[in-house]
Every structure is written in structure tokens, then in C-alpha cells.
């Protein structure tokens, strides 16, 4: 054990972790500073509250600028840079990549000038092998000495590369998505729920007719859209943030500018967020300009609607007569070339009805008029009787399994639709394979009915648009003739008797559609 007495400068260089260390063992003999035994007390006291210090210190001392820091600061210095060099070395030595831009601060505060302050300032500096661009927010500020005079210069910084990157990174995210939403021609806006101003962008505003510069009361935004809309936008809007919802808000209507008094017809999508309590705290999103592809739509619903209620007339009386026809067929003594003709055009006659049926009902659904007329009856029965009615040439064998007893409450001829809609797709999609399946059978609380066939199978990616409107995985191959409406009827049916319905398919192999129906026992 060492016995010496400590000497009272010792007192000064204790503690400080690797750096207390270090200075402690440095050879300061071999600098202008000499021995510490012969320092002044004012560095030995600088030096006590360097080391012992949590915030990055560095200190320069005497006229040669020697230098001191602590471990707080190391950091800074990298690895394979200027520590441990750096102790002890003259400034002007160790910081030769930036001596013109520091040496004049630390002249202006040697020679008894203010104190200075710099944030997030660039100075790069070599460290981890190469210079880097580093960013501080540092002060450099004067010692006195015992001569009552400036004798080194304290600098006490913080090393802010993180900060400023980050803040960068979240400025280039925030100009990229300015630009997306530029280039989209978007208009965004954010709700406030808590006080039911919002705010939206130039182009919002400028759409709506209100002025630029302020908030916007949700009642003055709401008045903007047209009166038949109004209601249901504020009950849409309401619902995303009520308590316990997903938040999920999408909504088309029609505002008209408060200026120049044009209608745009705009699709809203948004999201509300929710604090632990479940209180939306946030509710933003964006609004798209779909006029003209709504006035497109719109037009194509209209043509559809009169085209079909002409079409009706005719070909109701054509089917009339068919079935007079097919009657006289059979009673009366007429050529087989007569038979066969009659036969074919009855059964072009049928695809013509279903097409009409489904025009017709597109119409009904789009004007809520596809009226539900529930009876209570036996599930098996009912596809069974439906197999009489899908465009069957003795092509495929339909094989009905499952349970033959479930009863349920339904608009049968509804159900009945679904399933030949199903059921005919099966044999459209399916010429290389005769097999199709129908599976009957008890999930829970509700019935299900799957119709598989083994026919060409739908991509995956194209799965979630079959049960849109107009929808067809081959729009414009002509290989199978369709409309694109049967699965987008069926899906709104089976959603008004409270249902699912669904479709897994592998391409090339199989496709199995399916549709639940809740039973009440
Ligand atoms: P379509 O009149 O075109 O048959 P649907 O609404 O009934 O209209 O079906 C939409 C699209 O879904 C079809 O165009 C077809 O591409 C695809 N589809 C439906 N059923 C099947 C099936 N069983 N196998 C493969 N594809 C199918």
C-alpha cells in the first residue's frame, strides 16, 4: 500500500472515470502546463468541475491552448479519431480541420470579450476514420485566473447530429408526402374532435370556397355540401369517432363552392384516432375530386336503368310466346330441325332473361328498392330446385352433400338468385372439368353453402374486386360473355338477410364461393 500523504492538488484531479484517469497519468511535464503540483488553483478548480461533470466539458488552457475533457464529451471524439490524443495536445494542433472557423470565438473570449452561443452549428470534424458533419450547440465561455484575466476558455456543448438528422428525415418525409399529395391533387384535412374546428389545405379550401387563411367550424364545412347529403356525412363523420368504432370514415357527396357557386361531387376518406380512455383525439384524412369519374358513372347507372326497363317490355312478351311455342312443340307434329330450333332459342332466351334480371336489379338495389320477402323454408330443397334453374346442357355433374334438414328464414327467391348466380359461374368457368360441388352445412349459428368448381381459378391479387360493380377478372377477353353485376347482386342480397359471403380460389385449379345466412332456431 502506498502510504505518501495525498498532496492538496490531487484533491482537485479525482473521480472522472476514464478521463480522470487519464489526466491523472498524462506527462504534463512535457507540456508548457509543467507538473500539476505547480498549476493555479483556478485550472485545478476548471479541472475538478470538468471531470466530475455529467454534460460534455472541454476546456482550453494558457496561451498555447492546452486541452482538457471529460468523459461526457469523449464520445464526440469517435473512435479511431482524435482520442486519446487530444489530452493535453495544443488546440490548434488537434482541431487543424476547423481552426479557422473556432480560433477567432476563442480569441474573442481570451482577450475578455462576450461569451458566445451557437446552436446546431455544422462543424465537421474527423472522427471513425473520415470527417464527418457533425452538429453542435455549444458556448464557449472564459476562465479567469489569477491574474484576474482570461486564462483559458470553457466550452460546454452538446453534441445535436441526432436532433438535426432526425429533424431533417422528418422534413424530407413531410415534403415527400406534400409532394404525393400534390401530384394527387388531394386535399387534406384534420378535425379537431374536442373542439369541432378543422383545418384543411389550400386546395380544400379553395374547392369549398372558404377562406384560406383560418380554422373552419365543422357546421360551416358541412353547410358547403349539398342538402340531401348533409345528414349522412355528419352521421358518417359521428360514427368514425364514436367510442369503441375502428375509426374508418369514407364518404362521397357533393359541395358546392361558396364563390363561383360549381358543384363538385369529392370522396372523403379519413381516420379517427382514439386516447386509452377510447376518445377520439384526432380525426384526419384526405378528399379526392372524383367529379368527373362520378358524372362517368353516373351516366353509365342511367343508360343501364332506361335500357333495361325497354328491353323488359319486349322480351317479356317474347317469352310468352317461347313458352306457347315450346307447348305447341310438344302437342303438335313438327320437324325435328323445328324441335331443335325451338329448343336453342329458348334456351338463348333464358340468358337473355337472367342478363335483364340482373340489369334490372342493379337498378333496384342503387334506388333501395330490392324489396325482401322472408319465408321460413327447408335450405336442401331450395338448392335443389335451383339446379332447375341454372343454364345447365348436361355439361357438368352437380353434386349436392351435406345437411339435408336446416330450415331457414330467407327471401327464397333471393337465396335462389345467389345460388344460380353461383352455380352458372361454376359451369361458365369450368369448360375443361365436368365436377361441381355443392356443400351444405351448419358453422355455429349460421348456415353455409359452398358451390366448388375445378375449373380456371382467379389470381389472388384479383380476389378482393370480384363483388365490385362492373367487376370481371378478363374485362375485355371475350371468352366468357357476362356483365360483371351477378357477384355484386349477390353480394348485396346475402348482405340484406345479414350474411357473409366469400370465395377462396387457386388459379388453375379451383374456386370455392360461399355464402352464410344466420338460422334463427
Ligand atoms: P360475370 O357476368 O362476368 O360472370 P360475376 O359478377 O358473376 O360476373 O363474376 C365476376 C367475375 O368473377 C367474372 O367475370 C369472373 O372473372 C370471376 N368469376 C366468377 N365466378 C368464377 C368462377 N367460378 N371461376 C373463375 N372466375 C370466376
Redesign the pocket.
Known amino acids: 500500500m502506498d502510504h505518501t500523504p495525498e498532496k492538496p492538488y490531487q484533491q482537485f484531479l479525482k473521480g472522472g472515470g476514464e478521463m480522470g484517469e487519464l489526466t491523472r497519468k498524462f506527462n504534463w511535464s512535457s507540456t508548457v502546463l509543467g507538473d500539476p503540483e505547480q498549476w493555479p488553483q483556478s485550472l485545478l478548480t476548471t479541472i475538478s468541475i470538468i471531470l466530475n461533470a455529467k454534460f460534455p466539458m472541454f476546456l482550453w488552457w494558457g496561451p498555447q491552448l492546452i486541452q482538457f475533457y471529460n468523459d461526457a464529451y469523449r464520445p464526440s471524439l469517435g473512435i479511431n479519431g482524435k482520442h486519446p490524443k487530444a489530452l493535453g495536445q495544443r488546440g490548434a494542433d488537434c482541431w487543424k480541420e476547423i481552426w479557422p472557423v473556432i480560433s477567432p470565438l476563442i480569441d474573442q473570449v481570451m482577450s475578455g470579450g462576450e461569451s458566445t452561443w451557437s446552436q446546431d452549428q455544422l462543424i465537421p470534424i474527423f472522427r471513425n476514420d473520415r470527417l464527418e458533419d457533425v452538429y453542435w450547440t455549444f458556448s464557449y465561455a472564459p476562465v479567469i485566473g489569477e491574474s484576474g484575466k482570461p486564462e483559458g476558455v470553457l466550452v460546454i456543448c452538446y453534441e445535436t447530429t441526432n436532433t438535426v438528422k432526425s429533424f431533417r428525415a422528418v422534413e424530407e418525409a413531410k415534403r415527400e408526402l406534400e409532394f404525393g399529395i400534390e401530384a394527387a391533387d388531394l386535399g387534406t384535412w384534420d378535425l379537431n374532435p374536442l373542439n369541432g374546428r378543422f383545418t384543411g389545405n389550400n386546395r380544400l379550401k379553395e374547392w369549398f370556397g372558404l377562406p384560406l387563411h383560418d380554422q373552419i367550424e365543422l357546421s360551416s364545412a358541412i353547410e358547403v355540401m349539398i342538402p340531401e347529403d348533409r345528414e349522412r356525412v355528419a352521421k358518417a363523420i359521428q360514427k368514425a369517432m364514436q367510442r369503441g368504432s375502428d375509426g374508418n370514415y369514407d364518404a362521397t357527396y357533393t359541395i358546392v363552392n361558396q364563390h363561383n357557386k360549381k358543384r363538385k361531387t369529392v370522396k372523403a376518406k379519413g381516420k379517427a384516432m382514439f386516447d386509452d380512455e377510447g376518445n377520439a383525439y384526432r380525426f384526419s384524412g384526405i378528399l379526392q375530386d372524383i367529379t368527373d369519374d362520378f358524372a362517368i358513372e353516373k351516366r353509365k347507372d342511367e343508360f343501364i336503368s332506361v335500357a333495361s326497363h325497354e328491353l323488359k317490355t319486349p322480351i317479356t312478351s317474347l317469352n310468352a310466346s317461347m313458352q306457347i311455342l315450346q307447348k305447341l312443340v310438344k302437342t303438335e307434329v313438327v320437324s325435328d330441325r323445328m324441335r331443335m330450333f325451338v329448343g336453342k332459342a329458348n334456351s338463348n332466351l333464358k340468358k337473355l332473361l337472367h342478363l335483364l334480371d340482373d340489369l334490372l336489379n342493379v337498378t333496384k338495389l342503387q334506388q333501395g328498392q330490392l324489396a325482401m320477402n322472408r319465408t321460413r323454408f327447408n335450405l336442401a330443397e331450395l338448392v335443389k330446385d335451383s339446379f332447375d334453374h341454372v343454364n345447365q346442357d348436361d355439361s357438368h355433374d352437380i353434386i349436392l352433400m351435406g345437411d339435408a334438414e336446416l330450415m331457414i328464414d330467407a327471401d327464397y327467391r333471393r337465396i335462389d338468385q345467389v345460388l344460380v348466380?353461383f352455380v352458372n359461374?361454376?359451369i361458365?368457368?369450368s369448360p375443361q372439368s365436368k365436377r361441381i360441388e355443392v356443400t351444405i352445412s351448419r358453422e355455429g349459428n349460421n348456415a353455409k353453402v359452398a358451390v366448388r368448381?375445378f375449373?380456371?381459378?382467379?389470381s389472388e391479387e384479383k380476389l378482393p374486386h370480384?363483388f365490385d360493380r362492373y367487376?370481371?377478372?378478363?374485362s375485355l377477353g371475350h371468352q366468357f360473355s357476362?356483365?360483371?353485376?351477378?357477384?355484386?347482386i349477390s353480394a348485396e342480397i346475402i348482405q340484406m338477410h345479414e350474411g357473409k359471403i366469400g370465395v377462396e380460389s387457386v388459379r388453375g385449379e379451383c374456386?370455392t364461393?360461399w355464402f352464410t345466412l344466420p338460422i334463427q332456431d
Open positions: 348466380n359461374n361454376a361458365k368457368y368448381d375449373g380456371i381459378g382467379i370480384l367487376y370481371r377478372v378478363d357476362g356483365l360483371g353485376l351477378g357477384l355484386y374456386s364461393f
